[in-house]
């Protein structure tokens, strides 16, 4: 890969991976972070990318950053951390559409809210998602087609929405 291939590819696609990131950890600095390591990494093994699949590259590159973080977070716990839902003082009703999905996005387990998000938010094909997750193609078609099941579950229910 060039420098010119690898300038556009940051141009091409910085966007799209930072919302790929957010949508998965609802944390614009953390998400950034996360990007920013992704382009770092392919900068120091530039010379090993084919910059035919410098997307994909770049995608998985941060896929996998993101779940080392966050596994490095989990193991670590968060002794600060309130239970919002205690003290929320909502009457319960309906707060819109974007909130009720993202909540639903939220009970899914990680594997599955990614899988979704890269082929309903961002567009990739199941082969990209494969490459992308580390899975193959019949295993990212199982995990959509549970998640999207189990969200249809949770959104159908009124209370949920209402």
Known sequence: MTTQEYNACVDAHADGVYRFILHNTRDKE?????????????????A?????????Y???????????????????????????????HSSGQYSGLKEVLRHALDRLPEIQRTVVMLRDYEGYSYEEIGEIAGLSESQVKVYI???RVALKEFIGKPENVI
């Open 145 to 147: 087609y549970r998640a």
């Open 48 to 56: 090993q990318i084919n910059g035919e699949k410098a997307k994909s």
């Open 58 to 88: 770049l995608y998985t590159t941060a896929y996998h950053t993101m779940l080392d973080r966050l596994r490095r977070l989990k193991k670590q716990g968060n002794w600060n951390e309130v239970n919002e839902e205690q003290y929320s």
């Open 30 to 46: 953390f998400a950034q972070d996360i990007v920013q390591d992704a382009f770092e990494k392919m900068w120091i093994n530039v």
